[in-house]
């Protein structure tokens, strides 16, 4: 008996799904008929539990024909079968016709919804940041750009890439989050297209931010985004201005000739592998860039002082109570830490860093020297210095150049990878000359075994350097980041165990990964992409400031360094900053914070202080470092 019901089960479901595959007319058949089995009955039961009904059944037919009508907005008229058809044909062509506008309004408003979700509407804003492209800096110069524009009123930040324009708001919202006054625009399609370009209204736009994709082809892409972007801009008088940012130094004059007189474009390999070996040299600097580069503290500035010209530059960096003066703009040429004796222009701006560029005002400072609390001894002398490098990857050969340009005979640098015949390869490729002081050394060997590292006794080195591998084609862009997490468990394990710090410096792609990394607190972790995402959005506020990052940054430059305080101030006394400032000064440098060795463990800021006001006081002990700009 069950399988009996079973196959006359089966056999009206499928009697049914072959009705309904005969197309609309069916299912309007079966919606009608389902609505008269509930109906008809309801009704007939509505009258004849009503006291007030006819008494004859052909009067109670009658009304439960009024009813069904009423329910089902068929008129319900009574009479001849004539009069109740052309009543039903009537109301259906009424239901009809309603129907068939409703469905035509709801199609319309689909359309239109879906186009606006598709994000191909054009973006009418003026002064606003167009942002092309999408990788992980995107998050980091969007967060960015909403701090800078906290206290605007009207900010916008047009977002295009070629993505979903929902999947952009969602991951921003979530990574970002409160974006306050400042409103955020996503677009959706390719950024080489100009006519797709021109949704974001670039032409009206106060600056525009070229961003390059993670993966391999990316540089090449900016290119073209580039030169889509001329195309999209031609004839303009006075195009926005442009940055953008390239991995490869190849890429670099390609896309300065695309980006035109106007632009700037960064090389975001080089100047990480930079700060990299600067961390390396001196733990804890990669704080002070975070500090310098965000919106959140200290930023550099450009002011004016009448006061000051014909002064030398020297008596500048005592001029400013609460700022910290670094150099001059001499055209459109910046010079930074120059001589004290260099000579003030009457167009020349002073480069300060201070907390907002109204909190840059002129004051003397020279009544908290105490010339008797200045050291008075050589500069410490710098020795060989010895470098372990975990992991190999693009960047990797150019870590190696800049640890050649400045290293002391003796120097070493041993690699520990495992990348194949590839990796070798590129390892010789980067051995240095004879006579430069520095040896490199390969160990093959994967870093993310125990056995690995307990071979190597890493706390004789001065530094660890931890890199991921080059994601592979089609891998996640922060799949380096997983091996390089592993590497830094162990490296802790041998910490715990040895009692001893290691001076870790460590590369990570997502910013995310940073909470993750089992490292001592104040350590040295830089995002490659965050760094550059900082650069482009400071750049993008004030363009002018591009020269001065790249003097800062560049490799035989002027850069930020971390000095023991026993070069400048007595260990033990209690003095002003001030008296830092003017001990620098004697030793041609510009003196513009400290790190307490003290509060080195203490978050958020790890002992690091960046323009302190010249009046603060403190006592000063050996361990401490002092934070200037200078040269080595």
């Known amino acids: 008996m069950a399988q009996r019901r079973t196959l006359l089960g089966d056999r009206a479901r499928y009697w049914f799904d072959s009705t309904l595959a005969r197309g609309a007319s069916a299912l309007v058949g079966w919606m009608a008929l389902l609505c008269l089995t509930v109906v008809v009955p309801a009704s007939a039961l509505v009258v004849w539990t009503d006291p007030h009904a006819p008494q004859s059944l052909p009067d109670r037919l009658v009304q439960v024909w009024r009813l069904t009508g009423e329910t089902l907005r068929l008129g319900g008229a009574t009479g001849t079968p004539l009069r109740v058809t052309m009543s039903v044909l009537l109301a259906l062509v009424a239901l009809l016709y309603v129907s068939t506008l409703v469905g035509l309004i709801t199609t319309a408003l689909t359309e239109r919804l879906t186009a606006l979700r598709r994000g191909r509407s054009t973006v009418l804003e003026q002064g606003h940041v167009v942002v092309l492209g999408w990788s992980e800096q995107v998050f980091t110069v969007v967060g960015e750009l909403v701090a800078a524009n906290a206290n605007q009123r009207r900010a916008a930040v047009a977002v295009l890439a070629d993505r979903d324009k929902t999947a952009m708001e969602e991951a921003l919202a979530t990574k970002v989050g409160p974006v306050g006054r400042t409103r955020l625009i996503c677009r959706s399609g390719p950024t080489t297209d100009p006519a797709v370009l021109t949704l974001t209204s670039p032409a009206t736009a106060g600056v525009v931010l070229v961003l390059p994709r993670d993966e391999p082809d990316a540089d090449a892409e900016v290119v073209k985004t580039l030169l889509a972007l001329r195309a999209a801009l031609a004839g303009l008088k006075n195009p926005p201005p442009v940055v953008a940012a390239v991995r490869d130094d190849r890429y670099r004059l390609a896309a300065g000739l695309a980006a035109g007189p106007g632009g700037v474009v960064l090389e975001s390999d080089t100047v990480t592998a930079r700060l990299i070996v600067q961390a390396a040299r001196r733990p804890g600097l990669s704080l002070v860039h975070q500090e310098l580069l965000d919106f959140a503290g200290d930023e550099f500035y450009l002011v004016g002082e009448e006061s000051l010209t014909g002064h030398p530059f020297g008596d500048a960096l005592l001029s400013y109570p609460t700022s910290s003066v670094v150099g001059l703009v001499h055209g459109d040429t910046p010079l930074l830490n120059p001589p004290p004796q260099t000579t003030v222009g009457a167009d020349d701006l002073l480069i300060v860093i201070s907390r907002d560029d109204d909190t840059a005002w002129p004051g003397e400072c020279g009544q908290w020297v105490e010339k008797a609390a200045m050291a008075s001894g050589p500069a410490t002398p710098a020795r060989p210095e010895r470098v372990l490098l ?188 001030a008296t830092v400032v003017a001990a620098a000064r004697g030793r041609g440098e510009c003196a513009i914070g400290y790190r307490s060795h003290d509060d080195a463990s203490t978050s958020p800021d790890h002992g690091v202080r960046v323009n302190p006001p010249k009046s603060e006081r403190r006592r000063w002990t050996a361990d401490d470092e002092v934070i200037v700009v200078g040269t080595d």
């Open 390 to 577: 975990l992991g190999w990857n693009r960047r990797a050969p150019l870590m190696v150049e800049q640890l050649r340009r400045r290293a002391r005979s003796g120097s070493v640098v041993d690699v520990v990878a495992d990348g194949g015949e590839s990796t070798v390869r590129q390892v010789r490729e980067s051995q240095v000359p004879e006579g430069t002081g520095l040896t490199l050394t390969l160990h093959p060997g994967d870093v993310t075994r125990p056995e690995t590292l307990r071979r190597l006794d890493v706390h004789s080195y001065d530094s660890v350097i931890v890199v991921g591998e080059d994601p592979a084609p089609g891998q996640p862009p922060d799949q380096p980041d997983n091996r390089t997490l592993v590497t830094l468990l162990l490296l802790r394990q041998l910490e715990e165990a040895s009692g001893r710090e290691l001076p870790v410096v460590t590369e990570l792609v997502d910013d995310r990964n940073r909470a993750l990394a089992p490292l001592g607190p104040g350590a040295d972790v830089i995002i490659s992409g965050k760094l550059i995402g900082l650069l482009m959005a400071q750049i993008s506020q004030n363009r002018r400031l591009a020269a001065v990052f790249e003097e800062l940054f560049s490799a035989d430059g002027t850069g930020i360094r971390l000095r023991p305080a026993g070069d400048y101030v007595l260990p033990g006394c209690e003095t002003a900053f």
